[in-house]
């Protein structure tokens, strides 16, 4: 477990590391692309993405070239495959720069990636059992993500969640060591990133109480935001089915994709990246109303074009992105009429709803959301009621579309 963790930690740290290094030759900045002392020149905004696409095409066509990779799921379905080590930390690696460059899709995956397939390959020498071989794996893979984000309570829940690690225990009472294993992995891993990620939230959040209409419009949050994340899950399932370029053709999607993501880069320029620049944008609430709503759109449809482009990389503050946006630009609304709520409460319980029907997990969702941010402890309930909702959302759509007549079978949760 602490040879994972440890793992865990010096990957978020090295790739935190190269995403400032890309940052600062894209725009100059270590903020990356929404410095906070002046904007950025329209030509960067237009260019790196295209540039940043080309180089992550050639770099992938490459790495491809050379033999099927396996995912995270897969290693965990099948205990009998392997990582290809050297393929699998270069896409780690590539999948960074390509964010860096201003890739609309989440950075996530590559640390929980490198992360993951370290591990498999220490359990394998250390010979461990396949049971527990998975359960590393699974853990060290949470623990990079609660690492990069500083949210070790929420690395534990996605370990549980997503990636299932109870799954691979065995007996009842071994999968509560598994939820303990990997919750111990989260902690270590969180404090052994601190000298680089911080011990703060990553965003800068109020910390004033949660308004008295907070909760009840976290109801209405909870719905309307889960519906756009079952949007953005069917949207992104389908970047994935139509996602096998390769050679000149994977060269070319993603020069298109880079294309268009700098065009709208130049008009809006938080679109760029993962989707902190949206959240940070809803939070400041430094954008017209009819900016958020078109930001609440544009970013899902960005980040599945990127997906069905070629790239790869995660969906987790997109989404958050896509919720924040939408949920800034209600309370706008809401204002308007005379409701009295803050805009950043309301960005950040849609957010977390949006975030827990695309991931199918609403206890990481809640925690996410919470440990991002530092709200204040009366956020807390509010943002729980949006995470339920949003989940149980998803759960209806998918349920409906499993007793109707000709329907796949259902989908696993998220998408990692």
């Given at each position: 477990?602490?040879?994972?963790?440890?793992?865990?930690?010096?990957?978020?740290?090295?790739?935190?590391?190269?995403?400032?290094?890309?940052?600062?030759?894209?725009?100059?900045?270590?903020?990356?692309?929404?410095?906070?002392?002046?904007?950025?020149?329209?030509?960067?905004?237009?260019?790196?993405?295209?540039v940043?696409?080309?180089?992550?095409?050639?770099?992938?066509?490459?790495?491809?070239?050379?033999?099927?990779?396996?995912?995270?799921?897969?290693?965990?379905a099948d205990?009998?495959?392997?990582?290809?080590?050297?393929r699998?930390?270069?896409?780690?690696?590539?999948?960074?720069?390509?964010?860096?460059?201003?890739?609309?899709?989440?950075?996530?995956?590559?640390?929980?990636?490198?992360?993951?397939?370290?591990?498999?390959?220490?359990?394998r020498?250390?010979?461990?059992?396949?049971?527990?071989?998975?359960?590393?794996?699974?853990?060290?893979?949470?623990?990079?993500?609660?690492?990069?984000?500083?949210?070790?309570?929420?690395?534990?829940f996605?370990?549980?969640?997503?990636?299932?690690?109870?799954?691979?225990?065995?007996?009842?009472?071994?999968?509560?060591?598994?939820?303990?294993?990997?919750?111990?992995?989260?902690?270590?891993?969180?404090?052994?990133?601190?000298?680089?990620?911080?011990?703060g939230?990553?965003?800068?959040?109020?910390?004033?109480?949660?308004?008295?209409?907070?909760?009840?419009?976290?109801?209405?949050?909870?719905?309307?935001?889960?519906?756009?994340?079952?949007?953005?899950?069917?949207?992104?399932?389908?970047?994935?089915?139509?996602?096998?370029?390769?050679?000149?053709?994977?060269v070319?999607?993603?020069?298109?994709?880079?294309?268009?993501?700098?065009?709208?880069?130049?008009?809006?320029?938080?679109?760029?990246?993962?989707?902190?620049?949206?959240?940070?944008?809803?939070?400041?609430?430094?954008?017209?109303?009819?900016?958020?709503?078109?930001?609440?759109?544009?970013?899902?449809?960005?980040?599945?074009?990127?997906?069905?482009?070629?790239?790869?990389?995660?969906?987790?503050?997109?989404?958050?992105?896509?919720?924040?946006?939408?949920?800034?630009?209600?309370?706008?609304?809401?204002?308007?009429?005379?409701?009295?709520?803050?805009?950043?409460?309301?960005?950040?319980?849609?957010?977390?709803?949006?975030?827990?029907?695309?991931?199918?997990?609403?206890?990481?969702?809640?925690?996410f959301?919470?440990?991002?941010t530092?709200?204040?402890?009366?956020?807390?309930?509010?943002?729980?009621?949006?995470?339920?909702l949003?989940?149980?959302?998803?759960?209806?759509?998918?349920?409906?579309?499993?007793?109707?007549?000709?329907?796949?079978?259902?989908?696993?949760?998220?998408?990692q």
């Amino acid at each position: 477990m602490m040879v994972g963790a440890l793992v865990a930690g010096v990957v978020a740290m090295l790739l935190t590391w190269l995403l400032h290094g890309i940052f600062w030759l894209a725009t100059g900045d270590l903020q990356g692309w929404m410095p906070e002392h002046e904007p950025l020149p329209w030509w960067r905004l237009a260019v790196f993405p295209v540039v940043g696409a080309l180089a992550c095409a050639a770099l992938w066509w490459w790495i491809r070239s050379r033999g099927e990779l396996t995912s995270i799921r897969g290693a965990l379905a099948d205990p009998e495959r392997r990582f290809p080590l050297g393929r699998s930390l270069a896409d780690a690696v590539v999948q960074v720069v390509n964010v860096g460059c201003g890739a609309s899709i989440g950075r996530e995956a590559a640390p929980r990636l490198a992360a993951a397939a370290l591990m498999d390959s220490v359990s394998r020498r250390l010979g461990l059992a396949a049971l527990d071989r998975r359960t590393v794996v699974a853990g060290a893979s949470a623990a990079a993500l609660a690492a990069i984000y500083n949210s070790p309570v929420a690395g534990a829940f996605y370990a549980l969640e997503v990636l299932r690690i109870t799954d691979f225990a065995g007996r009842r009472s071994r999968r509560v060591g598994a939820f303990v294993v990997g919750l111990g992995m989260c902690l270590l891993a969180t404090v052994v990133a601190w000298p680089v990620i911080g011990r703060g939230a990553i965003f800068a959040f109020p910390g004033a109480r949660a308004a008295s209409a907070l909760l009840p419009l976290a109801v209405g949050a909870g719905l309307i935001g889960g519906l756009f994340g079952v949007g953005f899950h069917r949207m992104t399932r389908w970047a994935g089915s139509v996602q096998s370029w390769t050679g000149w053709r994977l060269v070319a999607s993603m020069a298109a994709v880079g294309l268009l993501t700098g065009a709208m880069a130049v008009m809006f320029p938080s679109v760029t990246g993962n989707g902190q620049g949206v959240v940070r944008l809803a939070i400041a609430g430094s954008a017209p109303l009819w900016a958020f709503l078109v930001l609440s759109v544009l970013k899902p449809v960005l980040t599945s074009l990127t997906l069905a482009g070629g790239s790869v990389g995660g969906q987790l503050q997109p989404s958050m992105a896509t919720g924040a946006a939408l949920g800034a630009g209600a309370s706008l609304v809401l204002v308007s009429a005379g409701v009295d709520v803050p805009l950043w409460q309301l960005a950040l319980v849609t957010g977390v709803a949006v975030l827990a029907a695309n991931q199918k997990a609403p206890l990481f969702s809640c925690f996410f959301g919470l440990e991002l941010t530092h709200p204040h402890p009366t956020v807390a309930l509010p943002v729980a009621v949006a995470a339920l909702l949003g989940w149980l959302v998803r759960e209806g759509f998918e349920r409906r579309r499993s007793t109707a007549p000709n329907t796949e079978p259902r989908s696993g949760p998220g998408h990692q």
